[in-house]
């Protein structure tokens, strides 16, 4: 029973990091159709610069504020990927709407030029993240161990998903985005300015990729090919769940985080990978178009 | 065929004849290994040049020829048939998967097998379930991911990272001799021609006119009465069989295949080169292969920092100031020049890719 709900918790909680980096990606995607192979490196940059947030702590701060660094690097890490976002939208991005095999390509080798830079910055090594002392231990509810960590990172998750949520349900410019995903010419004629729409959602999705960037500080090391590793799972998530919709974005991450992390349990990490990918076949077997999908008489 | 087409693979394939007077042998058996790739090249410029279906995992293939003969090779090479690496892992029979690979025609006979089984249960799959596009790319490098997962983690039957190397004799010869490395690299100029002859007539027959059409547009296609999913698994499996084919051919000239040349990287790469020649052209996928792999030996050689950056903006710079590749380029500024020879030819195979959102 315990082992189960060990599982289950840390079923959860790689999930929850998952679902962090493939609702950027979905987001993008349902809007603009353009696939950003550079995602993962947003999760790279947020993770570099929580370390960076880190060292200027270290050498300019007083001690007894350290702690801090972490609450505070996680906005920084947000408006600096953002911004990256924003600059990659206005001077890649809008040249390849709607072509998401090209995109695919372009954002690839952006990709490769960014974990380049990130190596000359800071080493080809890995860096590894102090964690604040408030977040090393755990609490333990009927005999299961839930480190703090991976607590902090459920809450992170759970709060970003709702303010997302929030975002696109409840304001004016998330509104916005909706009607531009669902039918951009008619939301063009309707006065909604696209462009602006697609610049504010791709900037948004590269924050969250940030936000990924600093939690995965606390699970391992950090190098320039960090983001790499996860960015593949993320979009089987995308493909999984549908396209566009946080929903289906959150029911995939939930799928694919518990089936590998039970698998890998009675299995091997090896194994688990193949089961998990039979599984996403053998499911789109049933549901070609993902869990949830905007039904549609356009045929292409 | 087209003149043009005739009169540079006729020019290609001199050059490529003559080369081994000119060049040092070393150059010679990295030019074999180029070629090996050129012939995944023509497989990827079939399946997403004409095709229009982008596959991310031709790595895949490549490394199961490849490893397909690496196992015969390294069946041979270890004294008492059992391979070092299976001696470490306490292993002291020989496994049931790797016995049947002691004859030499089988092994050759699962280098296009195994791809060619592979790439059937995942195109049918996916195709017939109408899941296309970036999908099916993500799907095909997700299949990357799973592969070199499985053949690091079985490192008692596969070698593990190091995969499989040093390999002595094959087929009854030395495979390091300079004789053999001349012969090997003369029978891969053979096969390259050979599967360059193969796609140009499949292209030009009525099954690649289809191709075309499923690029250009699917659901016009099955309109018609025709069932795309056929073709698509069809033109998959041809890829796959040629992927196959350059991995045992390059397995026989390198001597070593390892699960990281078979990894998201280099399946990316391969893509790049077709790009980078321009994919709607068999040539051009063969020169790309060439191209772009010489100028990654020669950066890695001078200036290996500056290598990654390079390739990352050939990426960006193929997708969005030359589609069409080299050839492309080609075309254009042969238009140019000879504008009232060639009006008609020049926009040849223009693909407008902006089709709107909806």
Redo the contacts between chains.
Sequence with gaps: MEILLTQLFNGLSYSSFLLLIALGLSIT?GLM?V?NMAHGDMIMIGAYVTYSVQLIFVSMVPESLFDYYFILSIPIAFIVTALIGLLVEKS?IR????????????T??????F??IAR?IFGAPNVAVTAPSWLNGNVEIASVVLPYKRLFILVLVCLCVLGLYYYLVKTTAGRRMNAVTL???MAASLGINTRKVDATAFALGSGLGGVAGCALTLLGPVGPTVG?NYI?DA??IV?LGGVGKIKGTVLGALCIGLLSTFTEYGT????A??VV?AF??IF??WK?SGLISTRTR??? | MAKSTKISFSILFLILALAPLLMSDFRISLLAKFLCFAIIAVGISLIWGYTGI?S?GHGVFFGLGAYAVGMYLKIQASPGGIPDFMQWSGVSELPLLWKPFANPVFALFMMIGVPVALAFI?GF??FH???K???F???S???V??FV??F???QELTGGTNGLTNFTTGFGVYLTHPVVQKVLYYITILILLLIVLISLWLTQSRAGKLLVAIRE???RVRFLGFNPTTFKVFIYCVSAAFAGIAGGLFVLQVGMISPEMMG?IPS?EM??WV?VGGRYSIFGAVIGAVLTNSAKTFFSESYP?MW??L??????L???VM?NGLVGVAQSLYAKWFRFKTSKKAGGTSYD??????
């Design positions: 995607f159709r696939m890649l040249f390849l709407y709607a072509r998401p095999l090209d995109s695919l390509l372009a690839w080798g952006l990709s490769l030029i974990q380049q000359m039918n951009r010419p790499t593949i979009f089987m493909i091997s990490a090896t194994i990978k193949v990918f996403i076949i789109l077997q070609p356009v045929l292409d | 982008l991310l995942i799959f996916t379930n109408r899941i596009g970036v999908y790319s993500l799907i490098q997700a299949l991911v799973v997962t499985l690091i983690g079985t547009g699917e659901n998201i990316i893509v790049l790009a920092d990654l950056f390739l990352g903006s050939l990426f960006i193929v997708v969005l589609p890719a902006n089709t709107n959102l909806q």
